[in-house]
């Protein structure tokens, strides 16, 4: 259930990305732009890095390369921008962008606190551009196929929900100590909030309560790294869901989701890469995806070919493809989603259940 995006035969000319932040993630995003996207182009790339931006302009055939992210946004030629750049920025990078006309794809976190980010949704409201989040999750094959039924009412009326994210790892974490504080909540399980929210749209979230520990590396405790949690949260429409996470599954990465309703139950995810299973002498066994970009390398390049859909829309004028059901994560579900994060970690902080609406900061 790839996204359809436009045949490139039918595109008057590509859609110009600039790339903002050229680490691991920023560099996946250049690739399947250059590479995976029909209709869009790779234009720009900044990065304070500028060796390293060099060095990956240079394999995908960017043809301009910059440390300050203004030269990119000052670009007349370039239609939209990917930020793939620390959280911390995000948000005033947002706002930036949209007010230079940019439309934006940011990768999750959208900010670290409500206020920020509001102010920078408030100038992309007013600019009018398309702004997208990167929830891949929700171009993922089998969290769309769910979604396609929650959405037919195949279920009923979502009772219980479950998310989860296990990132793959040895019993310990390499650089953990580097790792800034809160990312269970604010980079891992964000985008468990955001399937959850998506798998029982309509509802808000109204409480979570949220436990978590260094359960990998007891060590970091005391520094405030915190690598297994498990939250609870309450929707307006009486609906329970709980979603957790850890930093060190040993077998794979691991991904799931659920919905129990009121007329049946939809799942979503598996820890391995296909259905084959190996039946021999040492018993019963399959492969297991051992990054991300392995696991949902096909949603990573339909979140962005959408998004290159979207920005090709609002400036040729015309319609892009669509769905029976809500699919672009926009600026409502990135900071539905912050608010619950930010929750968690007053959750964690007072240990006791807290309202979503209370937190605004770190």
């Known amino acids: 259930m790839a996204y359809l995006t436009h045949n490139p035969s039918e595109v008057s000319r590509p859609v110009l990305i600039g790339l903002i932040g050229s ?23 900044a990065d304070p890095n500028v060796e390293s931006a060099a060095a990956l302009a240079s394999a995908l055939g960017a043809r301009k390369v910059t440390a300050d992210a203004a030269d990119i946004l000052a670009d007349p030629e370039i239609d939209a921008v990917i930020i793939a ?74 009772q219980l929900l479950r998310s989860l994210t296990r990132d793959p790892g040895t019993g310990s974490i390499p650089h953990a100590a580097r790792v800034p504080a809160w990312t269970v909540f604010l980079e891992t399980l964000i985008h468990d909030f955001d399937t959850l929210n998506w798998f029982n749209e309509g509802a808000e979230p109204v409480e979570v309560y949220a436990v978590a520990d260094a359960l990998v590396e007891p060590g970091l405790r005391d520094q405030g790294f915190l690598d297994t949690a498990v939250v609870t949260i309450r929707y307006g429409n009486g609906a329970i869901a709980v979603a957790e996470a850890n930093f060190s599954a040993l077998y794979g990465y691991d991904v799931r989701g659920e919905v129990f309703g009121s007329r049946g139950m939809v799942q979503a995810g598996r820890a391995t890469e296909t259905d084959a299973r190996r039946y021999t002498a040492d018993g019963v066994s399959a492969d297991t995806p051992r990054l991300n970009v392995e696991l949902f390398r096909q949603a990573y390049t339909d979140e962005l070919a959408d998004f290159a859909d979207a920005v090709r ?4 004028g015309t319609a892009p493809p669509s769905t ?21 970690i007053e959750s964690v902080k007072r240990g006791t259940p807290v309202a979503v609406h209370e937190s605004a900061v770190l």
């Open 324 to 344: 029976a059901y809500s699919l672009r994560p926009g600026a409502g579900d990135a900071r539905r989603a912050l608010a619950m994060a930010l929750a968690c």
């Open 85 to 158: 750049s620390p959280a911390r920025f995000h948000s005033a990078l947002i706002g930036q962008a949209a007010a230079a006309g940019k439309h934006v794809f940011c990768e999750k976190p959208a900010g670290l606190g409500l206020a920020e980010l509001d102010a920078a949704l408030a100038v992309v409201e007013s600019a009018g551009v398309h702004f997208q989040v990167g929830f891949n999750r929700r171009y993922a094959a089998d969290f769309q196929a769910a979604k396609k039924d929650l959405a037919a009412g195949t279920v009923g009326t979502p």
């Open 23 to 45: 680490g691991w993630m920023g560099a996946f995003h250049a690739e399947s732009i250059a590479r995976r996207v029909p209709g869009a182009e790779l234009a720009a790339i």
């Open 313 to 316: 829309a609002r400036r040729d």
